[in-house]
T-cell receptor, first 112, second 111 residues
Framework: NAGVTQTPKFQVLKTGQSMTLQCAQD?????MYWYRQDPGMGLRLIYY???????DKGEVPNGYNVSRLNKREFSLRLESAAPSQTSVYFC???????????FGSGTRLTVV | KNEVEQSPQNLTAQEGEFITINCSYS?????LHWLQQHPGGGIVSLFM???GKKKHGRLIATINIQEKHSSLHITASHPRDSAVYIC?????????????FGTGTLLAVQP
């Protein structure tokens, strides 16, 4: 089925470890996003990519980096994980002209 | 104050009841989204609105741009409707589809 695929679904890291969350979409969308979801708070934008070759910081970018590898793929990297990065991470894609959003199934990350 | 406010935060209903979830926002918008998230699950887009009303099955979404308010209605509610419902807006004039999210309404429908 067409959509947004995120991997992994679950991950436990030790403080200081690094990892990359992968995201791929097959809807030919130009824009892709990484959000984090924490209890009692709305989803917050970490980074976004309006189109292939561009990336911009969102609301909470500290401690993260991203790569828009091609039109399909947008990865999120934690260089040195901290307990404050324990969260559920969602990747999403959209097409500006149409406006609809498609979300991945989420990655539940725990940093101990 | 959050730019997107939802009410109520928590809602418990009996199966068959008519349910209303409200969303108010303080920015000018070009579109409003209603999203559904089941416990431990992913996020699914239910509606995208820029004016008027949309209906899909037992779900109805309305928006009043002048009052900066939207409602999501569920008719003949069912336990499978139990989920978090999230309102999100795209601010007017944005060059991208970045969304501003409410904190969600947790709905529990009891049989």
């Amino acid at each position: 089925n067409a959509g947004v695929t995120q991997t992994p679904k679950f991950q436990v890291l030790k403080t200081g470890q690094s990892m990359t969350l992968q995201c791929a979409q097959d809807m030919n969308h130009n824009s892709m996003y990484w959000y984090r979801q924490d209890p009692g708070m709305g989803l917050r934008l970490i980074y976004y990519s309006a189109s292939e070759g561009t990336t911009d910081k969102g609301e909470v970018p500290n401690g993260y980096n991203v790569s828009r590898l091609n039109k399909r793929e947008f990865s999120l990297r934690l260089e040195s994980a901290a307990p404050s990065q324990t969260s559920v991470y969602f990747c999403a894609s959209s097409e500006l002209a149409v406006g609809g959003y498609t979300f991945g199934s989420g990655t539940r990350l725990t940093v101990v | 104050k959050n730019e997107v406010e939802q009410s109520p935060q928590n809602l418990t209903a009996q199966e068959g009841e008519f349910i209303t979830i409200n969303c108010s926002y303080s920015v000018g918008i070009s579109a409003l989204h209603w999203l559904q998230q089941h416990p431990g699950g992913g996020i699914v887009s239910l509606f995208m609105l820029s004016s008027g009303k949309k209906k899909h099955g037992r779900l109805i979404a309305t928006i009043n741009i002048q009052e900066k308010h939207s409602s999501l209605h569920i008719t003949a509610s069912h336990p499978r409707d139990s989920a978090v419902y999230i309102c999100a807006v795209r601010a007017y004039g944005g060059a991208t589809n970045k969304l501003i999210f409410g904190t969600g309404t947790l709905l529990a429908v009891q049989p």
